[in-house]
């Protein structure tokens, strides 16, 4: 077993866990502006419930691929900001390119419909 700090270590990642991420690949951001992002990406496909969010949040700053972001001025003070940590970003550029050999290998076997 590993130290963590390997990106490959935390792959896969859980599906949420990957976008919970990708909302914090532009900038800190906290909990309902995360929830918002993801919403308006899958729509109602997905219903966000925030046991789920803050589960997710808690594992992955646990795992060092997020962390506690200064607030910004004039930001209200009850909300928690996060970001990526350098090993975060490592870590979801890893599994978009773990997730882009398996959609290269689906469309080799003709599993997806022509763009």
Known sequence: MG???DPYE???LHPFEFRI???LVDGPSYGTRIVKEIEARVGDREKIYPANLYRRVRDLL???LLEEA???EGADP??????LTGLGRAVAQAEARR???LLDEAAGRELLPEA
């Open 10 to 12: 935390h792959l896969p």
């Open 78 to 83: 009850r909300r928690t900001y996060l970001q």
């Open 3 to 5: 130290n963590g700090t």
């Open 99 to 101: 997730l882009r050999e």
């Open 21 to 23: 991420m990708l909302a």
């Open 70 to 72: 200064d607030s910004p």
């Open 62 to 64: 646990k795992s060092r």
